[in-house]
């Protein structure tokens, strides 16, 4: 009870430096917490969405389920085993499913029979006999509408049972609606069946049927559940052939939390498959669940390398605060050792003032984490918000685990300067009071040029990956992602700027040997404060630099991965709209089928492929759609053949008109030697002039001047001749599919050359809108205007789906998260570190007040000091900063694949990132200024003075 009073005491005397440790707690524990909270969010968004892009032929999520009763001719075993089936459907399979069913569909079909009229054939004609069954589904009446007659009774009508059929049914049967038919059961006994009404679906998109065009009733007569099974299962009159349950979940409503409920259910279905030949099982999307979570591992790793640097940054916070309360503490501590107290006393004193700030911060960082996840699911990009439709986060078992995790590493962190604190007695304690120079501990373990190299070394690693990867056309899951490869430049930003520290007293005595005969009395007192007491503020230095670079860091990866993700969808694409026209064409209709197939074999010898003559539809029409700036026509084969001196083979050919051209395509600046624009200003000045791509130059030797000859299936070679080499053009990717695949070529000529000599083929018509113009306005224009579109498409619309993929979202919303934490806690602790060290310094400034220098003077000093100590960190913080975004961002490579990095990855900057940065530094220390400035100009020298006497 003692200690307890004993620490409350301590913590309301230090009330302040209490209160802002507790709140870097709970931001340290909201943000670990946070992380599985966002990923399970995120990744529960990307399943769904996964399972939406997957173009399957089921409905997402859907399991079917079949028995076939082979080898069982009881009738009495076939029902006790359809009993069995029901009950492991119903009873095992489906309360493993952790989510609503849309539908759960259960059919029974029996054994065929042949089925015929129940009048006697004309004379002279064969009794016709079809062979079908009879089949029914459970609550079938909801989902159906009548196209003609009425729906059957639920009992035998004059000794006849009523049925339905389908459209295609009843033409089968080849009869009419009310038509007696007759066929035998088991027994031999006569069955009357009869047609009373034609069927279909009531709405088109309804899931509720196993075959979405009904064309598993095609061959069967559909009739009541409860009449089949009555009067003809149980009696056994007829055998039951088979069972299928169709099972549709509420796919959407599948998360990471319940996913293994999904994918139980499927392994049992499974195991009931490999364990009896009986069932047959279709459940497409669990492979597509398997792909998923391959991925969401790496963006799982992706998200933890993200949060490295602002939990250093966290943990350097709450270092910082508590090694200020110990140092306010050290007296005592002394004291307490000096008076026979043992360490283990002191230090379970300081583990009990911990334990019980990091209880708070687990209870309270747990709800703060899913408030931030909340606020960073409509993310639209880096910094940039929209009203979306929320992702679903939950507090669970393991968030709860990552918080009480981070407590204890911050509890561990918090007593590293209490451990340090109690090795000392009072006798040293005064002695380290007297000695103002004091080299810091990373200085002395040479710890900024440890964490230098290793982060070079990562550096090294990850241009070796990138260059296998990129030569041998690998995707990003064929070698490990190693996190270290995203950790490092955190370890680059501590070590480049714990060793710019290093110099900095040099840079303090260069600037005071400047000035020695000039400066005032105030500022060589700044000066000789600040060059005696630079240890002092190392920490805070250290600190601000590690604050402002990782802000400068977390902006230039989100903008890189943005502007890069933005800029491949704009060269895929090439322009804002491409459209496809239908070309009038004499193209021989496609042969059907049929023959003998070695006659279609002799066929395809001796017969070559006919040349198709098209014509040329009218273009002004596209010139004046709606919202357009400017258009153009490219020529576009992807399989031309080519021939050289050195060899032959094939390439891809685009022709275009070289002005419209420039004026529409969309090129990114930086990626050729020249601008763009004067390359297709070298083509112009001669029609034969072909641009070739630096893969076709290499492999086949070739330079600017030698002749290259271009042709295509059907149509002879003609001679062009290579202005120059390129690396890239628009819609041209020049990385390898795979390792086999030999590396994609590249010829671009005159769109008019190529038509005239080698054949007029169909182009695309690619579209430049204007600034605001809306693609909805143009869709319209181009359906009022009747135009024959077989293609069409939409940059734009690229772009708004990528903004919404879980993995941008991801991205964006944890970098977004790491810059404002870093300017909040960076604010948080310059004015807490200026405000302690202003009240220490009472009696001095007193001091100096009693000396005649006036309030100005004194806050002109302590302006000096910020710019000599806290301006300089923030100065190294963006260099360092920009250095390590130069050098790390370009590791975010490794996330994507290789051979889709086209354009090439290329490190962005916004300037909007650096003025809010700015921005930031200047009102921190202004407001720093003007809250000080106020502090000082309530200092009494009378107290001071006292004060000191004391």
Do not use: C
Not at 46 to 64: D, H, I, R
Not at 659 to 677: M, S, V
């Amino acid at each position: 009870m003692a200690l307890l009073s004993m620490i409350v005491r301590k913590m309301t005397q230090n009330k302040w430096l209490e209160l802002s440790l507790l709140i870097g707690l709970v931001l340290t524990v909201g943000l670990v917490s946070s992380i599985p909270t966002y990923t399970e969010a995120i990744l529960s968004r990307m399943l769904v969405k996964e399972l939406e892009a997957t173009q399957l032929s089921a409905y997402p999520g859907t399991m079917n389920m079949k028995y076939t009763y082979i080898g069982v001719n009881n009738a009495e075993q076939r029902i006790k085993q359809m009993q069995a089936n029901e009950q492991f459907i119903r009873g095992k399979v489906l309360p493993m499913i952790p989510v609503d069913l849309i539908e759960k569909t259960s059919d029974l079909y029996t054994s065929a029979f042949d089925l015929s009229l129940d009048q006697a054939p004309p004379p002279g004609e064969k009794k016709k006999i079809y062979r079908t069954s009879l089949t029914s589904v459970k609550d079938l009446e909801q989902h159906i509408k009548l196209i003609d007659g009425r729906m059957p009774a639920d009992k035998p009508v004059d000794g006849v049972y009523e049925v339905l059929v389908t459209e295609k049914g009843l033409n089968t049967l080849r009869t009419v609606l009310g038509t007696v038919f007759v066929f035998e059961d088991l027994n031999k006994n006569e069955v009357r069946v009869k047609p009373v009404g034609v069927m279909t679906k009531k709405e088109d998109d309804d899931l509720f049927f196993l075959s979405p065009d009904l064309g598993g009733f095609t061959s069967s007569l559909i009739m009541n559940s409860d009449v089949l099974d009555k009067e003809f299962i149980q009696t056994h009159r007829l055998l039951v052939n088979s069972n299928a349950w169709h099972i549709v979940p509420k796919y959407q409503d599948l998360e990471l939390r319940n996913i293994d409920g999904y994918l139980k259910a499927a392994e049992t279905l499974k195991a009931q498959v490999k364990a009896n030949y009986h069932y047959t099982l279709e459940a497409q999307y669990v492979d597509v669940i398997d792909r998923y979570f391959k991925s969401s591992d790496n963006l799982r790793i992706l998200m933890w390398s993200l949060n490295v640097p602002v939990l250093a940054m966290l943990g350097l916070y709450v270092f910082m605060v508590s090694n200020l309360i110990t140092n306010r503490q050290k007296t005592e501590i002394a004291v307490l050792r000096s008076r026979g107290a043992a360490r283990w006393q002191i230090m379970l004193s300081y583990l009990a003032e911990y334990a019980l700030l990091g209880a708070v911060a687990v209870a309270a960082g747990p709800p703060l984490g899913m408030f931030l996840t909340k606020v960073l699911g409509s993310s639209n990009g880096f910094m940039s918000f929209v009203q979306r439709s929320g992702i679903r986060v939950h507090l669970n078992g393991e968030v709860y685990l990552y918080a009480a995790a981070a407590a204890v590493t911050a509890l561990i962190v918090m007593l590293v300067p209490v451990i340090f604190a109690t090795k000392t007695t009072i006798v040293g304690h005064k002695q380290q009071l007297a000695r103002m120079r004091q080299t810091p501990f990373w200085h002395k373990l040479f710890l900024d040029v440890i964490a230098l190299a290793v982060s070079l070394y990562g550096l090294r690693v990850f241009h070796e990956r990138m260059k296998t990867l990129q030569t041998l056309g690998l995707d990003n899951e064929a070698l490990h992602i190693d996190p270290l490869q995203f950790a490092v430049p955190a370890l680059f930003i501590l070590g480049g700027g714990m060793l710019l520290l290093r110099v900095y007293p040099y840079f303090l005595r260069l600037i005071y040997w400047i000035g020695r005969k000039w400066w005032p009395p105030s500022m060589y007192a700044t000066l000789i404060q600040v060059g005696r007491s630079s240890a002092g503020y190392q920490f805070l230095m250290v600190f601000l630099m590690m604050t402002i670079a990782t802000g400068m860091f977390s902006a230039s990866a989100a903008r890189t991965i943005n502007h890069n993700g933005e800029d491949r969808i704009r060269y895929a694409s090439g322009a804002d709209v491409v459209l496809q026209a239908n070309w009038p064409n004499d193209k021989p209709p496609e042969n059907p089928g049929g023959g003998p197939p070695q006659q279609q074999q002799q066929a395809a010898i001796t017969l070559t492929k006919p040349v198709i003559h098209y014509s040329e539809p009218p273009f002004e029409p596209y010139t004046k759609l709606a919202g357009v700036e400017s258009t153009a026509k490219v020529l576009i084969h992807d399989n031309a053949s080519y021939s050289t001196e050195e060899g032959s083979g094939f390439a891809k050919l685009i022709g275009i008109d070289t002005d419209e051209f420039g004026q529409t395509a969309w090129f990114r600046d930086g990626l050729l030697d020249y601008p763009f624009y004067d390359y297709l200003n070298l083509m112009a000045a001669a029609p034969n002039a072909v641009l070739i791509s630096k893969t076709l130059a290499d492999e086949n030797k070739l330079k600017a001047g030698d002749t290259i000859w271009v042709g295509w299936d059907g149509i002879d070679m003609q001679p062009f001749v290579v202005y120059a080499v390129v690396d890239y053009f628009p819609t041209f990717n020049p990385n390898p599919r795979d390792a086999e695949t030999p590396a994609p070529k590249l010829i671009v000529g005159s769109r008019l050359q190529i038509q005239t000599y080698l054949s007029l083929e169909p182009y695309q018509v690619w579209l430049k809108m204007k600034p605001g113009a809306s693609v909805n306005d143009l869709y319209r224009d181009i359906e009022d205007k009747k135009l024959g579109i077989v293609d069409i498409t939409d940059m734009k619309s690229k772009l708004t789906k990528a903004k919404s993929d879980p993995f941008l979202m991801a991205v964006n919303g944890t970098l977004t998260l790491g810059f404002i934490i870093s300017l909040v806690i960076s604010f948080a602790g310059f004015l807490l570190y200026w405000t302690l060290v202003l009240r220490g310094r009472m009696l001095q400034n007193g001091i100096m007040r009693a000396m005649g220098l006036s309030l100005r003077q004194l806050i002109g000093m302590l302006t000096v000091e910020q710019l000599l100590t806290s301006g300089a960190a923030i100065v190294i913080g963006l260099v360092t900063g920009l250095t390590a975004s130069r050098l790390f961002v370009p590791l975010f490579q490794n996330a994507f694949d290789a051979k889709q990095l086209v354009p090439p990855f290329k490190v962005m900057v916004d300037p909007i990132d650096s003025i809010r940065i700015y921005i930031f530094v200047g009102s921190t220390i202004l407001i720093g200024l003007i809250i000080l400035g106020y502090m000082l100009s309530r200092l009494k020298i009378h107290q001071a003075i006292k004060l000191g006497e004391d």
